[in-house]
């Protein structure tokens, strides 16, 4: 009786890991982002998870965290940085932290109205001072950007 017993358990462990490993082979990942549920940004990223999930037979699973569940969008940015979360939808001025030539786009609040701008020289009044850099340094810290 004993050896029935122990039969059984055996069966049972090797179902339960068998189970797991099914399980296993399905991808989860994040995508945080700032905004609502009836946002633009949030409709669009449930359409790319269900893309996903269509393109690769349901194999990857992406989950939606809308309204900063997961922080503010610098704390997100972080989080994507440092691999916690998969992805995200960051707002402007977020990655200037570890590529600075990104903090170009916060440069228009910079300036109070466009004779501001041009009163300036520099950037957008066609000065030839303006550094025509790539603003992608991927390859320096790990980043991709990419779009929807």
């Not at 399905?26 to 998870?49: I, N, S, T, W, Y």
């Not at 170009?104 to 850099?133: C, E, I, K, Q």
Request: proline fraction near 5%; hydrophobic fraction near 40%.
């Amino acid at each position: 009786m004993c050896g029935v017993g122990v039969v059984l358990l055996v069966l049972s462990f090797l179902v339960w890991v068998g189970a797991g490993k099914a399980e296993a082979q399905v991808l989860r990942m994040k995508l945080a982002h700032f905004a609502d549920e009836g946002h633009p940004g949030h409709l669009a990223a449930k359409q790319f998870a269900e893309a996903v999930d269509k393109r690769t037979n349901g194999q990857i699973k992406i989950d939606i965290f809308p309204n900063n569940q997961l922080g503010s969008p610098p704390q997100q940015a972080e989080q994507i940085r440092l691999g916690t979360t998969d992805m995200g939808l960051p707002t402007q001025g977020q990655f200037d932290k570890w590529i600075k030539a990104m903090g170009v786009v916060m440069l228009p609040f910079a300036y109070d109205d466009y004779d501001h701008v041009h009163r300036t020289g520099w950037p957008f009044s066609g000065s030839a001072n303006w550094p025509r850099r790539r603003a992608s340094s991927s390859s320096r810290t790990g980043s991709t950007a990419s779009g929807i």
